[in-house]
């Protein structure tokens, strides 16, 4: 493992995806701990995709956490997709975690429903109720974190959660990442969390493996911060660290 620091941002570098996910695993695991030893119950945001299979599966065979005291939540969802859909991120995190241990609550966006800005009230809403502790995310191949794109990116948005139109890049990657067939399938419109609602987290750790996002990482580390690369707002976050693995660190 290489260890390095840009501005406030914690970056680990591992050979593989399954050391890479362990490792975050382990740190998520012990911070939770560390929050539960000083209140009942702790509020985790999670992200849904490819790349964070290895550190969801580590997360749940890790028999030390107490499951039963934390209130999950998702930080995006496509609008449009069918409830039993496969893509859709609720259904992705039931299937990798939310499924297999029993928390205290699991709080799903609603794709299907009708009214996407009054779906966003309402998380905004349980957002609002249960105070983001810890945020488990990912960066996306054109910089995003969760679907804040670099063109509805807001560093400074009023609103904790909104509907946005996905870029181009963005539903590529969902074809990349096999999720769907052809960009046709991809749907064009998402509920996301806002970056100031992620960056409202206490703890924040990001996991970003795989050649394609190695681009985006460079950026991340090494470009001005800014909206055109969102995730670089990581880096003036007082408790984040990012997670690589040898491919995703190529460019550094």
Request: aromatic content about 6%; some cysteine; overall charge negative.
């Amino acid at each position: 493992m290489n260890i390095l620091k840009q501005d406030c941002l914690e970056v680990q570098i591992y050979q593989t995806r399954a050391e890479m996910g362990k490792a975050a695993a382990k740190d998520i695991a012990a911070c939770l701990l560390d929050l539960l030893a000083q209140k009942p119950q702790v509020n985790v945001i999670f992200a849904a995709a490819p790349s964070q299979n290895e550190v969801l599966a580590a997360l749940v065979a890790d028999k030390t956490i107490p499951w039963e005291r934390v209130n999950a939540f998702h930080m995006d969802e496509y609008i449009g997709l069918a409830a039993g859909a496969p893509q859709a991120f609720g259904n992705f995190l039931h299937e990798h975690i939310f499924g297999l241990v029993r928390m205290a609550s699991v709080h799903y966006i609603d794709a299907t429903a009708p009214d996407a800005r009054a779906e966003c009230a309402r998380y905004a809403a349980l957002l609002e109720q249960y105070p983001v502790d810890v945020v488990v995310m990912g960066i996306g191949e054109n910089g995003h974190i969760a679907f804040n794109d670099p063109p509805v990116a807001d560093f400074a948005d009023p609103k904790s959660v909104k509907p946005v139109a996905l870029d181009e890049v963005c539903r590529n990657q969902q074809v990349h990442d096999g999720c769907f067939a052809t960009l046709a399938d991809v749907p064009t419109t998402a509920i996301t969390l806002t970056v100031p609602t992620l960056l409202s987290g206490k703890h924040l750790f990001c996991i970003v493996p795989a050649a394609t996002k190695a681009e985006a990482v460079r950026r991340t580390l090494q470009g001005e911060i800014g909206e055109a690369c969102p995730a670089t707002a990581l880096r003036r976050h007082p408790s984040a660290k990012l997670y690589l693995d040898r491919q995703s660190s190529a460019l550094l």
